[in-house]
């Protein structure tokens, strides 16, 4: 199974480039993944003030410069792992060294596989179709 570890910026996340000990302490926790073998990728990302989105409105691009208004919480890095279970990823995650001082979190989606798609859009399509059943598209 493979699964996304995302690290959210905080508003106490500092702007930049993190201080030396989070960076060395995010470079070890990275290490201790490949020494495991379950590390596919991993990658800090610059602050959100530097993101570019596309917008798609009908046959239109719309190129857009900057995070999402209002938006509180931006993926600071990431890991991609490979893992046998759901709790052993969150395993890994719960031994991430804290990023920022204050609260901080990450977020841990499952990659879909291949193999899965056709399930995982057959229960998509399932689930949207009940909600417009019941009255709540």
Same mark, same amino acid.
């Given at each position: 199974?493979? $699964?996304?570890?995302?690290?959210?910026?905080?508003?106490? /996340?500092?702007?930049?480039?993190?201080?030396?000990?989070?960076?060395?302490?995010?470079?070890?926790?990275?290490?201790? @993944?490949?020494?495991?073998?379950?590390?596919?990728?991993?990658?800090? @990302?610059?602050?959100? /003030?530097?993101?570019?989105? =596309?917008? $798609?409105?009908?046959?239109?691009?719309?190129? =857009?410069?900057?995070?999402?208004?209002?938006?509180?919480?931006?993926?600071?890095? $990431?890991?991609?792992?490979?893992?046998?279970?759901?709790?052993?990823? @969150?395993?890994?995650?719960?031994?991430?060294?804290?990023?920022?001082?204050?609260?901080?979190?990450?977020?841990?989606? #499952?990659?879909?596989?291949?193999?899965?798609?056709?399930?995982? @859009?057959?229960?998509?399509?399932? #689930? #949207?179709?009940?909600?417009?059943?019941?009255?709540?598209?």
């Amino acid at each position: 199974m493979r $699964f996304v570890m995302m690290l959210r910026a905080t508003t106490e /996340s500092p702007p930049g480039v993190p201080s030396q000990r989070i960076l060395s302490e995010l470079g070890r926790y990275s290490q201790d @993944l490949v020494k495991a073998g379950v590390l596919l990728a991993s990658e800090g @990302l610059y602050p959100g /003030s530097e993101c570019v989105r =596309i917008r $798609f409105s009908g046959g239109k691009r719309i190129v =857009i410069d900057g995070p999402p208004k209002g938006a509180s919480q931006l993926v600071a890095a $990431f890991w991609l792992v490979q893992v046998r279970s759901r709790d052993e990823v @969150l395993e890994w995650a719960r031994r991430c060294p804290t990023p920022v001082p204050g609260d901080s979190e990450i977020e841990v989606r #499952r990659c879909v596989d291949p193999d899965d798609a056709d399930d995982v @859009l057959a229960r998509e399509v399932r #689930r #949207r179709e009940k909600r417009r059943s019941d009255g709540r598209a």
